[in-house]
């Protein structure tokens, strides 16, 4: 049940930071709403009250402004200025309506009762400037700026008195709603004090927690996530030492827990890997070992390694047996020199010892010596001189001519010819179970001095390894060697048989045979240099061969 409740580290992380955001966020509206409120009341307060109650001064002062115009005027005062009654039609005309406007303008965000007393109050300013105004044109006829020659002074006082009394009534209306506006005022900047306190509250609140909450998280990643990592860390650090320490348990599911178990894993996969490089050290090489997967590069190292060294092994055999090869094809070749000397006085004594010899070497069932036939230069063409378990219609193809089926191709191309797509009927070997198709066939020109004197050709039941076909091609030029010598020993005793033949004739026919047969004799020396060189050189590297083995290209 414990595991239920195990938190990843992303997971607490988000969780925290979550808190810190919704702890600003919080803070941030708290403040906002404080903001806004105060704006607010200060839009009220610099654009409502305040003008409001500058303009119930001005109305109040306008009247008693113009009670004194009237007393100035009763009384003759003030002569020498404007007329008291141009200033009072200024005031009445002007002035007021435009205070007038304001006041209604701005009470239209008061509550009912003050916008009922403002009425009240303006209806009495209206009452009060009509009645001025009443006054100002029945005195039209009267003396410019004076009201003392009037008749029924009395009266006229009385009219004063009437109006004083009304300014008197205005100015307690205007003083009582300013006051009230005043109160609205105060109150207002009580509330904005109080707003800004908060404010600071608000502010001091969101840092103290938010600093709580980062300390909170500073401890939360210190003891989850820095002090397992410095174990962590010590572990890996003793690894990348050469240690292999012993294997941590895992303390909880969460990300440190993962990374305990991988630094078991990789613990326990590294001792695999040291136990099995133990057992290739003591030539080991089929011990089991399985890779973690295929991103594990040194497992896969390892098993590459394992899989060289046996693969190296068997090369390594494989050149033994390569060497062994050679150096049966170098007893061979010396064994087939020394026949060379037995067997060189006419070629189908030669041919026929030579393809006995090789169909043994080679382990081939098939064989056959094409020589040129140069008795007719107009019918140059290749013939079967010797032959080894030929069937009869191969043996009747007695005669083949140049670029004629694979044997006259290797004539003209002067080059080996080695196939495994045997064509049908070609060749039929017959053996114990019957006739078959041979598996591969071989194709050697027998070629001295860029001269091809003839083909060797080789059929097997088996493919002719690489070894095999170094090994005829070898012997193919110490055999046009050796062909070349006995066509030349053949052309000299024909010569020297026409010479007794022709004996008295002239001695300057003599001398010119004489001449002829000097020159066979020193081309013959020749050859038989070149052939005994050759014969050396071959003897030479066979023993070469046999001293140092062979490097097989694969």
Known sequence: MAHKFNISFLTRLILSFGILVIVFFIGYI?????????????????????????????????????????????????????????????????????????????????????????????????NYYSEISTILKGTNNMSEGTFSDI???????????????????????????????????????????????????????????????????????????????????????????????????????????????????????????????????????????????????????LLAMRNSLAEASKHEEVRRKENEERSRAAQRLSEFNDLISEHNKTIEDFSLMSIMQLTEYTNSQVGGIYLLNEEKPEDLHLELKAFYAYDRQKFSEQKIYPGENLVGQCFLEKDTIFITDIPANYIKISSGLGKENPKSILLVPLILNEKVYGVLELASVDIFSKNRIEFIERISGLMASTIATILINMQRSILLEANKEEADKSKTEKQALQNTINDLTIRNEKLNEEIRFLSEKIKEQNSDNSAKPRKTIE
């Open 30 to 126: 708290n403040i906002y709403k404080i903001l806004k409120e105060n704006e607010k009341i200060s839009d009220k307060i610099h654009q409502n009250i305040e003008p409001s109650m500058q303009f119930l001064k001005r109305l109040s002062f306008q009247a008693l402004e113009s009670n004194q115009f009237i007393i100035n005027d009763l009384t003759g005062h003030d002569a020498s200025d404007i007329s008291n009654k141009l200033k009072l039609s200024k005031i009445i005309e002007k002035e007021y309506p435009q205070l007038k406007y304001e006041l209604n303008r701005l009470s239209k965000k008061w509550d009912a009762s003050k916008q009922q007393k403002l009425k009240h109050i303006l209806s009495l300013t209206d």
């Open 151 to 301: 008749s029924g002074y009395s009266a006229q006082m009385q009219e004063y008195n009437k109006l004083l009394k009304s300014s008197d009534n205005i100015k307690i209306e205007i003083d009582k709603l300013y006051e009230e506006q005043n109160n609205l005022l105060l109150s207002y900047n009580l509330k904005n004090e109080t707003l800004f306190k908060n404010f600071g509250n608000s502010i001091f609140l969101s840092v103290t927690a938010s600093l709580i909450i980062i300390i909170v998280i500073a401890l939360l990643i210190a003891s989850t996530i820095i002090f397992p990592l410095k174990k962590i860390n010590n572990i890996i650090l003793k690894i990348s030492e050469g240690e292999l320490p012993r294997e941590k348990t895992k303390i909880s599911n969460n990300e440190i827990g993962q990374m305990y178990n991988s630094l078991n894993n990789l613990i326990r996969g590294l001792k695999e890997k040291v136990q099995f490089a133990k057992e290739i050290e003591k030539g080991n090489f089929t011990g089991h070992f399985n890779i973690g997967s295929n991103k594990d590069l040194l497992g896969s190292s």
